[in-house]
């Protein structure tokens, strides 16, 4: 197979990729996919379809045929995606016994369990943990597509910029599809190819045909869009999304950020509130408790505040790790001085680019500037067009007398996107008005 120079040539992505075959099928400003919600290969849009049909039929086959290390594998991967789609963290428990039980059936070999095992880790955020089940299965089986997918991941979120170009690389090598496609895009975006990223997510669209996978497809355009200020071209994409598919959550959720944005206010409230009672990320109740906070209404706001802690708190008893999550909220809702402690933990494990400027943001709101600043930059190191990444850096260069470079930064922002957050967008433009 001919490689393709993902991050040097538009051509070879746009051109390149197209001519090797059909395709099939697979994490922002600060709220694109990360690694463990972007959607793997065979799962369906809605938690009560044909996935808990599946699982109900694998339970059931499984009584009968206990030692079958493959459909144990084939069960933990997808307790896997009913936690994804439903937000309910118990399922992580079952997926880990079920996937560890295959793998003691067939210790030698078996890149279905360790690929499994190591998008388990993903969606728990324990990536060095799900890098080296990965790496396993593709010493295991250097064909088997799936790991080099659960492989970027991890390496996306560990911060390891070039490990993560040469995984997707090789996924891209192995099978064009979906999965390659938008994992090359949001590496592309991350290096502020926004263009190139969005041509990447047509080409996932063009062979893109189930409907889960086309609304997938259709909502990342859209995030593109979103996170590029193209706030009606986002609010189209998001529509668009939800006619290919109406169970597609993330898809309902953009929505309301998009009439947020757009001052659609009763519609943005009715949105996030219908995402949230489908699926309760602590994703979306943040953003319905800052639009909330927006609009005046502080008791709104701390119910949502309210139940994304919960909702932490019972996904760290099934064994999830997410510091970054609570770091943000604490930083700006919360006691900046624990987000500091949080995310510090964080970035021990990780050094990516949105825990550096989540912890320079935390850092920023106790006072220790200096120390923020080299983060802040740190986060901007790729290239990343990120409204929020932008307005965090010139907040603290203006904190720090840097008034020429707090006012590029903070332009920077609202030009790429004016209504990047209903609460600190309007900040950025407060400060800036007092830089002239």
């Not at 004016?418 to 800036?432: C, D, K, M």
């Amino acid at each position: 197979m001919r490689r393709l120079p993902l991050l040097l040539t538009t051509i070879a992505l746009c051109g390149g990729l197209a001519a090797i075959g059909a395709l099939d099928r697979t994490g922002p400003g600060v709220h694109r996919p990360s690694a463990d919600t972007a959607r793997p290969p065979g799962s369906r849009s809605g938690p009560d379809g044909s996935l808990t049909r599946t699982i109900t039929a694998d339970q059931e086959r499984l009584r009968q045929v206990p030692e079958d290390a493959a459909l144990w594998a084939r069960l933990g991967a997808e307790y896997v995606e009913q936690a994804r789609l439903t937000a309910d963290p118990s399922y992580y428990p079952k997926a880990d016994e079920a996937l560890h039980r295959s793998l003691a059936l067939a210790p030698r070999a078996n890149a279905d369990a360790l690929t499994g095992l190591g998008a388990l880790a993903n969606a728990r955020h324990l990536f060095d943990q799900a890098r080296d089940f990965a790496e396993q299965a593709v010493a295991a089986s250097p064909a088997h597509w799936p790991a080099y997918a659960v492989l970027t991941d991890a390496r996306t979120q560990l911060g390891d910029d070039a490990g993560a170009t040469a995984a997707a690389q090789q996924l891209l090598d192995r099978r064009p599809g979906t999965a390659s496609f938008t994992r090359a895009a949001y590496d592309l975006e991350q290096h502020g190819r926004t263009d190139d990223a969005r041509a990447a997510l047509r080409q996932a669209l063009d062979g893109a045909y189930d409907p889960a996978d086309k609304a997938f497809c259709q909502y990342q355009i859209a995030e593109l869009d979103r996170n590029s200020g193209r706030t009606q071209d986002a609010l189209t994409g998001y529509q668009q999304a939800l006619r290919t598919d109406p169970d597609y959550t993330p898809a309902l959720a953009g929505r309301a950020r998009a009439e947020a944005a757009l001052g659609r206010n009763d519609d943005a409230v009715r949105d996030y509130t219908a995402a949230i009672a489908r699926v309760p990320l602590p994703q979306y109740l943040l953003e319905l408790g800052e639009f909330h906070e927006s609009l005046g209404h502080p008791d709104q706001a701390r119910d949502q505040y309210r139940l994304l802690t919960a909702e932490q708190r019972l996904a760290a008893a099934n064994g999830v790790v997410d510091d970054l999550t609570l770091g943000q909220y604490q930083a700006d809702h919360g006691d900046p001085a624990e987000a500091v402690r949080l995310l510090r933990s964080e970035w021990a494990r990780r050094q990516n680019v949105l825990v550096a400027d989540a912890l320079s943001w935390a850092l920023h709101r106790t006072g220790a500037d200096t120390e923020a600043l080299t983060l802040a930059r740190q986060a901007q190191a790729h290239g990343w067009h990120n409204a929020l990444f932008g307005y965090h850096l010139g907040e603290i260069e203006h904190a720090l007398g840097h008034t020429d470079d707090a006012r590029t930064h903070l332009t920077e922002a609202l030009t790429t996107d004016p209504a990047f957050n209903p609460l600190q967008a309007p900040l950025a433009r407060a400060t800036l008005d007092t830089l002239g």
